[in-house]
């Protein structure tokens, strides 16, 4: 039941919205909460616990090139709910999101709509099947920039963080607070 080999290869480019794209309207969102370990805030926090609706899980993602944040090993653990509350209360790294999944201009994309302390901040992580694809990828209107290296920009480093927090990055790409 637990799996101990990573998904496939994971490729994927990340971009701060411009705006909201308007193929979210036609989808209800997924309500995530995702919890880091370990608990420094100076740290970049790998292993992450994730509430998806009713399933729990836990997933260490792993770069293979450590200077390529669009590639990531991802080991990913169902867990139960007691697990992820006996699990959850060693961290207060804690992000609150609305994640839809759409198609923007024929790709596969999440677009995570952050609450809480991050609100305002709107993410879209576009995802391929192939290198050729993601080296061949134009952003569509809806996107600003592209922040898939951008260590403030990563999940792990968003955690436990406020929007003031990382304003000054956000700043560098003339990013407006989204409603």
């Known amino acids: 039941m637990t799996n101990t080999q990573p998904t496939e290869l994971e490729l994927e480019l990340t971009y701060l919205a411009k705006e909201l794209p308007?193929?979210?309207?036609?989808?209800?969102?997924?309500?995530?909460?995702?919890?880091?370990?370990?608990v420094d805030r100076n740290i970049h926090s790998k292993l992450r616990l994730r509430k998806k609706g009713d399933t729990y899980e836990i997933t260490k993602k792993v770069q293979p090139h450590a200077s390529d944040a669009s590639m990531q090993h991802e080991f990913t653990i169902p867990i139960e709910d007691y697990e992820f509350d006996t699990l959850a209360a060693a961290s207060d790294k804690r992000v609150e999101k609305y994640r839809y999944a759409v198609v923007i201009e024929g790709h596969n994309a999440e677009v995570d709509v952050f609450r809480g302390e991050l609100a305002g901040l709107v993410l879209i992580d576009f995802e391929f099947d192939s290198e050729e694809e993601k080296a061949t990828f134009t952003p569509p209107a809806c996107c600003l920039a592209d922040v898939t290296q951008e260590e403030f920009a990563a999940g792990g480093n968003l955690a436990g963080k406020t929007y003031a927090d990382i304003a000054d990055d956000l700043a560098r790409y003339n990013y407006v607070k989204i409603a």
């Open 22 to 38: 308007v193929e979210i309207t036609s989808v209800a969102p997924k309500e995530l909460l995702d919890i880091y370990i370990p």
